[in-house]
Nanobody, 121 residues
Framework: QVQLVESGGALVQAGGSLRLSCAASGSNLLINAMGWYRQAPGKQRELVATMTSGGSTNYADSVKGRFIISRDNAKNTVYLQMNSLKPEDTAVYYC???????????????WGQGTQVTVSS
């Protein structure tokens, strides 16, 4: 069974920083990519940042230059360093992993339960 456990969400003032963490647990996981998405009230879930196992990254335009995604492949953990936070960054942030549970498994998407980030003005 695969679980993604997130941590680090909080209430922070505009201009502040937060670091989110997400650890994937399970046996013999073959992870292609991990990343972060967010969903604000009344809006669709959107990509924030992703990173492949090879280190390639993809960022939403709205967070480029402010957020940094990183991974510890040995720990199956992904981090999101969020700097210069703005009120419009307020959302539930979801961890995502694209992985196989074995070399013969189908590539699947897995999601964490979400962690709330609130940025006050």
């Amino acid at each position: 069974q695969v679980q993604l456990v997130e941590s680090g969400g909080a209430l922070v003032q505009a201009g502040g920083s937060l670091r989110l963490s997400c650890a994937a647990s399970g046996s013999n996981l073959l992870i292609n990519a991990m990343g972060w998405y967010r969903q604000a009230p009344g809006k669709q879930r959107e990509l924030v940042a992703t990173m492949t196992s090879g280190g390639s990254t993809n960022y939403a335009d709205s967070v480029k230059g402010r957020f940094i995604i990183s991974r510890d492949n040995a720990k199956n953990t992904v981090y999101l360093q969020m700097n210069s936070l703005k009120p419009e960054d307020t959302a539930v942030y979801y961890c995502n992993a694209v992985l196989r549970r074995s070399p013969w498994d189908t590539l699947r998407n897995y999601w964490g339960q979400g962690t709330q980030v609130t940025v006050s003005s």
